[in-house]
């Protein structure tokens, strides 16, 4: 590794005589920078790598004190030697309570302090190369105990023997209590960007999660991944479990801030480390069978043994379908009764019966519900609800009692929505073309048209190839090209703002569209209706 120093003084004559007459490659240094301020050193120590600090000590715009007090402030691993024409004890005092090395008085040969940097230089050396090797060795153990983690959570059956091996080979004591927390994200594997996410979450919850908890003082044994979409955190011998369980939740805020899918957190009880099978297998009874709370955690001390959740005896709350249903055909309350829908949600999750198999069979009847009142207003499931949106929603329905009920309110404002927009086909594609040209500069999706309307994307494209012969996409695409030819006929706008207008932000994409479209180039085409309407004058 190159080494670098800083030498800080106001009297730019002896910066420039030490920087020049030093023996710093003998002393093993490779870059020397210099500054005659606090200001000028800072904007450096912030650039550079820089491991070693020579420095005056009284300087008129900020003593070398005050910089060294900056440095530690900032946890800039700088070794400090100050250098002062002042034997000044309080100083000396402060140096060492700011860890200098030393405190050398002007003026000094340059030989004497060689000697002095040199031996600072080695003993830095030796201690870095001791620390490298103990965080390499760390490194490997936590690789060796990560790997341990993941074949434990993926062999069920082996995991008694296993538990023994590593206490009989010392890798683990009898006395260490474990806790495991599991972070389950919520996606979806038949999405395009399903390779891309997996790579994301893994980067997150592995580098993300242990940086989070070692920022708390709370260092993981391991993070174990069992599934593509779920991890385990495995810590060891915590101390309090109140601090872990607030930096737990800290930790679930900044994965909703930063993770573009939803997550859950199991977090178990602490056990004897032999315990850790029965703590497993009851995190594994949690997310089968219990659905987590307001904020998607869900913690095991909170559930009692005799918790009907966990005993799998939960009964089932009939719901009063017939009631809804009768609402909705008298006098198609969706509002209300998409509130009394969600307040049985919430009634039934504080009775403690809303386990994850009885919210299955709510969603199962609440989806007939839909089906009988759209079929009543003469229109099909296919045309409001785009499945795979349905689906993606349906499923992150089972991250939290609130999103169970975002759920509920999303299908009702669909309807609604779809209620207050009726007409007939043709008026649907009229909208859909009126917004269409209104909006040729913006971004122009099926499913920004389809919500537009209050449709199913896959409903609004057939029924628009349907009425006009052309799909949404080439519709689009026609109509961009007619508006540039427009602009090129009758404006002086450049090229390039031409394509802005019409959206598209590539203007080499433009001009080979343009040029399938018309034959010509956008330029060529210009010079072609110019010539035109000249020789007509």
């Known amino acids: 590794m190159e080494l670098s120093i800083l030498i800080v003084d106001d009297d730019k004559l002896l910066v420039d005589k030490l920087e020049e007459t030093v023996q710093w490659e003998k002393i093993g240094i490779s870059m020397v920078f210099t500054a005659y301020n606090i200001r000028q050193a800072q904007k450096l120590l912030e650039e550079f790598p820089i491991q070693f600090l020579l420095c005056d000590i009284d300087m008129p715009q900020g003593s070398g004190l005050e910089l060294l007090e900056w440095i530690r ?130 980067f997150v919850i592995r580098n993300i999660t242990t940086e989070f908890f070692e920022n708390n003082e709370q260092v993981m044994e391991a993070v174990a991944q069992v599934s593509d979409y779920e991890w385990v955190l495995v810590f060891r011998n915590l101390g309090e479990e109140e601090r872990f369980l607030e930096a737990s939740g800290d930790l679930k805020k900044h994965l909703n801030k930063i993770l573009p899918q939803r997550s859950c957190m199991y977090i178990g009880e602490t056990r004897p480390l032999k315990e850790t099978a029965v703590g497993w297998k009851q995190i594994e009874i949690m997310e089968k069978k219990i659905l987590p709370g307001t904020d998607g955690i869900l913690c095991e001390r909170d559930i009692s043994e005799q918790d009907q959740m966990l005993s799998g005896n939960a009964a089932y709350r009939l719901p009063p379908w017939e009631i809804w249903q009768k609402t909705l055909h008298n006098s198609e309350d969706l509002d209300g009764v998409c509130r009394n829908i969600c307040d049985f949600l919430k009634e039934t999750f504080a009775k403690g019966v809303l386990t994850i198999e009885n919210l299955e069979r709510f969603l199962r009847e609440l989806e007939q519900l839909v089906y009988c009142y759209l079929g009543e207003q003469q229109m099909s499931f296919s045309q409001l609800f785009d499945s795979r949106e349905f689906d993606r929603r349906e499923r992150d329905s089972f991250h939290s009692l609130d999103a169970a009920v975002g759920f509920v309110e999303w299908i009702f404002g669909t309807i609604k929505g779809r209620g207050n927009s009726r007409r007939s086909q043709e008026d649907v594609v009229s909208q859909v073309k009126d917004y269409i040209e209104g909006h040729l500069n913006e971004e122009l999706s099926r499913g920004i048209l389809a919500k537009m309307v209050y449709l199913s994307e896959d409903y609004v494209s057939k029924l628009f190839k349907n009425t006009t012969g052309m799909s949404l996409p080439g519709y689009i695409a026609n109509r961009r090209m007619e508006k540039a030819k427009d602009y090129l006929e009758h404006s002086s706008l450049p090229v390039s703002r031409i394509a802005m207008e019409v959206g598209y932000s590539n203007f080499s994409y433009f001009s080979k569209t343009f040029r399938d479209f018309t034959g010509m180039t956008p330029n060529e085409y210009r010079n072609h209706m110019t010539k035109n309407s000249s020789d007509k004058k």
């Open 73 to 202: 402030d900032n946890q800039m691993e700088v070794e400090c030697v100050f250098l002062s024409s002042y034997a000044n004890f309080a100083y000396a005092q402060k140096a060492l309570r700011l860890s200098a090395r030393e405190y050398l008085l002007k003026p000094i040969s340059n030989q004497d302090l060689e000697a002095v940097l040199s031996r600072i230089i080695e003993e830095t050396r030796e201690k870095r190369e001791r620390r490298s090797a103990e965080e390499q060795n760390l490194g490997q153990q936590r690789k060796g105990k990560t790997e341990f983690w993941e074949d434990f959570f993926r062999n069920p059956s082996e995991q008694e023997r296993m538990l023994a091996q590593v206490l009989e080979e010392g890798f683990y004591q009898e006395t260490d209590v474990l806790i495991l927390e599991v972070i389950k994200i919520f996606a979806d594997d038949k999405d395009i960007n399903y390779k891309k996410d997996l790579s994301l979450f893994n």
